[in-house]
Each structure stands twice: as C-alpha cells, then as structure tokens.
C-alpha cells in the first residue's frame, strides 16, 4: 500500500515538474480559464475537437499553483485526447483522485477538481449551455 501510493507521489510530481501539454494550442475549438478562489491559483486549458465536433482531438493547458493542481492538469490534458465530449461531462471528482492516486484532504479535493471543472465549463459553455466568464472551484 505504502509502496503504491508512492508511486502515485512521484507521478504527481513528475507532472508538476514536467507538465504534458503544457502550453497553448493555435487553432483551439474552445478555451476557458478558471481559478481555485482559496489561493487564485489559475488555469487555463484549450481544447481542439475533430470534424465530429465531439471527439477531444487535442487539450493543451497553462497554469500557475500548486503540484496537486498542476499535476492533475497535466494527466488531464492526457487522458481527455480521444475522448468524447460527453465522456468528458460525466467525469467527476472521484475520477480525478483515482486519476491521482492519492488521498486528497478536502481542502486540496478543490486544487484536484479545478481542471477538470475548467474543461467541462468550457465544453459547456461552448455548447451554449452555461454563460460564464470564468470558472471558479465554489460552484
Ligand atoms: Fe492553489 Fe492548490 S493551492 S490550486
């Protein structure tokens, strides 16, 4: 067990230190950007669809905070790339922690989810059914 979850802490920090997709794309279908108020931490994420304007062809992200939300940043923007938008929408925080792999004390679950809260308000914004200029982890 102890063995395990450290496996999960050096891969938390091998995506802090190294990000995947860490950037902006040229040509994203959608962008959003949203914050964790506790702190101000803030990201950024894009995303490309294919020509079904459903798959998630290609997520790139930039970002300022912590290694938890960081981290979950970038293995996001890893697993969303050939996912469905939908698929995208049914995610939830349990998701993120298992993507995580460690235990989350409430207090950081809002550092863990704060990506995925952006590229599911940005899907839905782009799809008309959410108005709102920036993401926030209170809601
Ligand atoms: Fe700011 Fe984690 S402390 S997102």
Redesign the pocket.
């Known amino acids: 067990m102890a063995l395990g979850s450290d496996m999960y802490r050096q891969q938390i920090l091998d995506h802090y230190k190294n990000p995947r997709n860490y950037g902006e794309l040229e040509d994203p279908t959608f962008t959003h950007i949203g914050e964790?108020p506790?702190?101000?931490?803030e990201i950024r994420i894009d995303v490309k669809l294919a020509d079904d304007e459903e798959t998630i062809q290609q997520v790139a992200f930039t970002g300022d905070?912590?290694a938890?939300?960081q981290a979950s940043a970038s293995m996001l923007s890893s697993d969303l790339q050939g996912k469905t938008i939908a698929e995208l929408q049914e995610m939830d925080r349990d998701d993120i922690i298992d993507m995580l792999g460690v235990d989350i004390s409430p207090m950081?679950v809002?550092?863990a989810v704060?990506a995925e809260k952006v590229a599911q308000d940005g899907a839905e914004i782009y799809q008309g059914e959410l108005e709102k200029a920036k993401t926030t982890t209170e809601d």
């Open positions: 964790n506790m702190c101000g931490d905070g912590c938890i939300s950081r809002k550092c704060l």
